[in-house]
């Protein structure tokens, strides 16, 4: 139920009770685009559990000294990607 609420709150919010600026965020921020070019979209939630995944393998595969450098190499890599992500769509 919760989820159908989420959505009738989603589509009245872009149909117009939202301002213009929260609409484009709403409609064009929803998915990260990796590899560029067309059909290469990923829903954000999707792309952040790769992401953890990935963090997660690292962290068993390294000393417990060098989990901070591990995380905060993933951390850029990931700010990275979403930078230029972004740069493309506009």
Do not use: Y
């Not at 919010?13 to 939202?18: E, M, R």
């Not at 921020?29 to 690292?58: I, P, Q, Y």
């Amino acid at each position: 139920m919760e989820q159908t609420q989420d959505g009738v709150h989603f589509f009245a919010g872009i149909a117009g009770w939202w301002e213009d600026g929260v609409i484009h965020d709403a409609v064009h921020n929803r998915t990260v685009n990796l590899k560029g070019g067309r059909g290469h979209n990923l829903a954000m939630d999707r792309v952040c559990e790769f992401l953890n995944a990935e963090f997660k393998g690292m962290l068993r595969s390294e000393s417990e000294s060098e989990i901070n450098t591990v995380f905060v190499i993933l951390l850029t890599k990931s700010l990275n990607q979403l930078t230029v992500s972004c740069n493309r769509a506009h």
